[in-house]
């Protein structure tokens, strides 16, 4: 008679726990009530403990003239924080920081994705700031072209060519690989509101840019009558962060803030703090899209081969609900969870490989339990065994089933057979890293 499954996963814990230690993970987490634009990063980031020195030394690896910065500790509405200020040579300092996120008439050399990339690659910055540097201005890019429908190399770009913006993106890059945190968190996006003077034309806020790069990502508005997040400012948040929350569940270590150029009724500030957590305590949450239509004249062979193409590009599950509809006519819903990112692949093998005519989809927050996989030997060959924890607590694990699948069709034996072996090897301490 076998143990049973609480014995077996009893037994599991014992032996995790043996070599097991509890992580204490570093978070930085950007507190966005004002929202973010690249110089009130910059000054969070100095103001938290990054080496100013170490920051303009780093940012003098660029080939990149025609500007200082400058670096002080200051007021805004009784707040004090760090401000930092791209002066550009060839524009008055007064007006250099005047909307400077936004007020594309004040950069006069413009530069296109292609060139940027040039002067970051031929840099001596570290590969993992050059890599992030580069991520971060290509998804500035990815939404201009898309605003203007043009390739990206043939739109010369007033906001990403400016120095300024160059300093802001490639310093921030710069700061995270000095901070090194374990995790990266950030509170929703804090838009403002009323309108902002673009290249084109005046705009709601946020801007175009902004508002595409945003997309998918936790926003609200209206604390101010401004622009309280910049296409920049945007485009950092979405390239950095692992995780969006307003719940603070970690230990506050240091607290930083960067200053922007304008006054609000609200702090003009970005709060950023320095905290610990322990990693084994916490579920990982995430916004995931729900796409999903009704089908009901559709040959259910074809089944198969769709599920396979959604897990393809990205579908993290897809599953089949049985449903009436009009007339009493059985049908079903198929529904694709995924990332944000993966949505519009997710739409196009439902209009191309389904007969259905349209999809529905809405945002749902996935919560998802700690994980670790381990592996057994048995006589036939490893096996994986996942384990997934609960407040330290292990709730549940099992051995893979494509591994045992494996097994069972090499042995020529029953599956229920190798799943039996599995946990009496178990028991028996074979667990392995």
């Given at each position: 008679m076998y143990h049973s499954e609480l014995s077996v996963n009893c037994l599991i814990l014992a032996l995790l726990l043996t070599n097991l230690s509890i992580t204490v993970m570093e978070v930085l987490y950007y507190d966005c009530f004002a929202g973010i634009s690249g110089d009130m990063n910059l000054g969070a980031m100095i103001d938290i403990g990054v080496d100013k020195d170490y920051l303009v030394k780093e940012l003098g690896k660029l080939s990149v003239s025609g500007f200082n910065i400058s670096i002080s500790k200051e007021l805004k509405n009784g707040i004090s924080g760090t401000i930092v200020s791209v002066n550009l040579k060839e524009i008055n300092n007064t007006n250099a920081h005047t909307g400077r996120s936004h007020d594309h008439n004040q950069h006069r050399e413009h530069r296109n994705l292609e060139d940027i990339v040039k002067i970051i690659s031929s840099s001596k910055l570290s590969e993992y700031v050059k890599k992030l540097s580069i991520q971060i201005f290509t998804r500035i890019?990815?939404?201009?072209?898309?605003?203007?429908?043009?390739?990206?190399?043939?739109?010369?770009?007033?906001?990403i060519g400016a120095i300024d913006s160059i300093v802001d993106i490639v310093g921030a890059a710069i700061c995270i690989d000095y901070l090194s945190p374990d995790i990266i968190m950030a509170t929703s996006i804090e838009l403002g509101g009323g309108f902002v003077e673009c290249a084109h034309g005046t705009f709601p806020v946020p801007a175009p840019a902004t508002t595409e790069i945003l997309k998918g990502l936790p926003v609200k508005s209206g604390a101010v009558m401004h622009e309280t997040?910049?296409?920049?400012?945007?485009?950092?948040?979405a390239s950095i962060v692992n995780e969006f929350t307003d719940k603070i569940n970690f230990t506050i270590e240091k607290t930083g803030y960067g200053l922007g150029h304008k006054d609000f009724d609200?702090?003009?500030?970005?709060?950023?703090?320095?905290?610990?957590?322990?990693?084994?305590?916490?579920?990982?949450?995430?916004?995931?899209?729900?796409?999903e239509c009704n089908i009901d004249d559709m040959n259910p062979e074809l089944y198969d081969y769709i599920f396979d193409s959604l897990f393809r590009v990205g579908a993290n599950d897809v599953f089949i609900t049985p449903i009436i509809m009009k007339k009493s006519r059985p049908a079903v819903t198929l529904s694709v969870l995924c990332n944000v990112e993966t949505e519009h692949k997710i739409e196009k093998i439902l209009f191309e490989e389904t007969s259905t005519l349209g999809v529905r989809k809405y945002k749902v927050e996935k919560t998802m339990l700690e994980r670790k996989m381990t592996s057994i030997d048995t006589p036939y060959g490893k096996v994986k065994i996942k384990s997934a924890f609960y407040n330290r607590r292990l709730i549940k694990s099992k051995p893979e089933y494509e591994d045992c699948l494996r097994i069972a069709k090499e042995r020529q034996m029953p599956i229920s057979e190798v799943y039996n072996m599995v946990n009496e090897l178990l028991l028996k301490g074979k667990l392995a890293k």
């Open positions: 890019a990815d939404a201009e072209a898309k605003i203007h429908q043009k390739p990206v190399n043939e739109i010369h770009f007033h906001e997040t910049t296409p920049t400012g945007a485009a950092i948040l609200i702090p003009n500030v970005l709060r950023v703090y320095i905290g610990k957590t322990d990693d084994a305590n916490d579920t990982k949450s995430n916004i995931s899209l729900i796409v």
